[in-house]
């Protein structure tokens, strides 16, 4: 698998949420993405033959990170592609001076689970009734889980 990484541009918009539409159709709204430029977030594309495939948005707030979302679309899972924007985040996030990444993930996606714990996050607590309501469905809690992020000196 020879995925790359880069930086969402504005013209990188309809093709966020062509992949996110599926995931978060409450979430996804231009707006939620748009603003998501430095210091206040960031969107990065995992690129796999000229396609994009994935994404991973975060928020910022001083030295601590929130991780907004990480979609791959279903075509391109199970090869290591969340791994690779995962791990591209959290590069640049500590290179930019943050040293903690949050996250919420719903308890029955046991995927996004597996692939948290074994990058490195720790479940912090859990939310009931998190997740709203959808298509008649009950609400869903939340787990809430974190890494500390080694902070990168320059010169080191
Ligand atoms: C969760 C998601 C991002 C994983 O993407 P992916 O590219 O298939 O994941 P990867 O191939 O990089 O897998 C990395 C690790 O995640 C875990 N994982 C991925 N898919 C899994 C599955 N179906 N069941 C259990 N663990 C899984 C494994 O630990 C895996 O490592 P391994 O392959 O060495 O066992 C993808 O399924 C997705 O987009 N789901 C819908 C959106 C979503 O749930 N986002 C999370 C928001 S909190």
Redesign the pocket.
């Known amino acids: 698998m020879n995925v790359t990484i880069r930086e969402a541009v504005p013209e990188d918009i309809d093709r966020i949420l062509s992949?996110d539409r599926d995931?978060?159709p409450v979430f996804s709204q231009a707006a939620n993405y748009q603003r998501l430029t430095p210091p206040v977030g960031t969107v990065i594309l995992?690129v796999l033959a000229q396609h994009i495939c994935?994404f991973a948005a975060c928020s910022r707030v001083l030295d601590e990170a929130t991780?907004l979302?990480?979609?791959?679309?279903?075509r391109?899972?199970?090869?290591?592609?969340?791994?690779?924007?995962?791990d591209a985040l959290m590069d640049r996030l500590m290179a930019s001076g943050v040293s903690r990444l949050m996250?919420?993930?719903?308890e029955s996606?046991?995927?996004?689970?597996?692939?948290?714990?074994?990058?490195g996050f720790q479940r912090d607590g859990h939310r009931a009734n998190y997740y709203p309501n959808q298509n008649g469905a009950a609400a869903e809690a939340a787990l809430l889980m974190s890494r500390q992020l080694e902070i990168q000196h320059a010169g080191t």
């Open positions: 992949i995931y978060s995992a994935g991780l979302n990480l979609v791959v679309e279903p391109a899972r199970g090869q290591g592609v969340a791994r690779e924007l995962l996250l919420e993930v719903r996606n046991t995927a996004a689970q597996g692939l948290y714990v074994s990058t």
